[in-house]
């Protein structure tokens, strides 16, 4: 019997469909490397989501092990090359959280614009702030989506048809121009996309070319009322200048859903600043794109495992 240790939470539809294609499916929450080294040794199949880690000594234990599933995006918690050297297939969920990413950046965009979490901050204390609060509308503003893929797409459709924005984007692919054209969305260099946004939203994986691309050169490009919305990888951004800029007014605001240490230290200076709206890694967190992931990964391990066994 295929045997499935799922090392993370996933949803219990996702766990039921396995267990219906005739799989052993092993929960364990969250272990670690230590403990997943002892699990996997006889699992032939491996699902995570942005933890825990599966780093190359995991692997190696793991010498039956077929296949890794990460029930999301990014597989950067895992070591691909190392898999592939095995000949272990690895499988995500790619499409999943597009939506959720999507509406949590325009949460984070609003919430930054008019002051909400600061705000809300200062009510509990009992402070009325609402000379302080004096935000900006949205329409008519222009975004810039750096990285046009499934989700930075999704941004700029709300961001347009919900907002009444206008769109300019930076990426090192040639997208589907129908989508360009429907979005009436005006492809640039990156740099000229920092300096015309009102609002620059970050949507590329975290590569050696794509680490601090937000650095202090390009925060200086930005206007002053300009806000960056971060929710793809931490270590896109430059966490010492953006305190820096946040700080000195080379920006408006932020609105960060990641970071370069997560989770983020007790105290950390971004914790100080009132021009910041923070979330602790939530862009995939809903009902609704974990049950798309789960589903997504699950599908995808029945279909190999028949294959396997055809």
């Not at 990426?171 to 000229?192: F, G, M, N, S, T």
């Not at 975290?206 to 680490?211: C, G, K």
């Not at 859903?257 to 602790?280: R, S």
């Amino acid at each position: 019997m295929v045997k499935i240790l799922v090392a993370a939470p996933i949803h219990p539809d996702a766990i039921k469909m396995l267990e219906e294609a005739g799989f052993d499916v092993v929960y364990r929450e969250y272990p670690s490397v230590e403990e997943l080294k002892d699990l996997v040794k006889d699992a032939d199949a491996l699902v995570v989501r942005s933890k825990p880690k599966v780093p190359k000594e995991v692997i190696a234990a793991g010498k039956g092990l077929k296949a890794i599933a990460r029930a999301g995006v990014g597989l950067d918690n895992i070591d691909v090359s190392e898999a592939k050297k095995r000949g272990i297939a690895i499988f995500n969920a790619p499409a999943a959280p597009s939506r959720s990413v999507a509406e949590l950046v325009i949460g984070l965009l609003l919430a930054v614009a008019r002051k909400i979490a600061y705000a809300d901050r200062n009510l509990r204390e009992g402070k009325w702030v609402k000379k302080e609060c004096l935000g900006y509308e949205l329409y008519g503003k222009t975004i810039g989506i750096v990285g046009f893929g499934r989700i930075g797409r999704e941004v700029a459709r709300i961001a347009k048809f919900g907002l009444g924005m206008k769109v300019i984007f930076y990426d090192v692919v040639e997208p589907p121009q129908d989508i360009v054209k429907a979005l009436e969305a005006l492809r640039l260099e990156l740099d000229e996309v920092f300096r015309r946004a009102d609002v620059v939203s970050l949507h590329v994986p975290l590569l050696d070319s794509t680490y601090h691309l937000v650095n202090e050169r390009r925060l200086k490009l930005m206007k002053k009322t300009a806000i960056l919305i971060n929710t793809s990888r931490g270590g896109i951004v430059d966490t010492n200048a953006l305190i820096k800029a946040l700080k000195e007014g080379w920006i408006a605001g932020a609105g960060l859903d990641v970071y370069e240490e997560e989770p983020l230290p007790e105290g950390h200076p971004l914790t100080k600043l009132n021009n910041v709206v923070l979330t602790p890694h939530i862009g995939a967190s809903t009902i609704e794109a974990q049950a798309r992931a789960g589903i997504e990964v699950a599908s995808k391990l029945i279909e190999f495992f028949q294959k396997e066994t055809r």
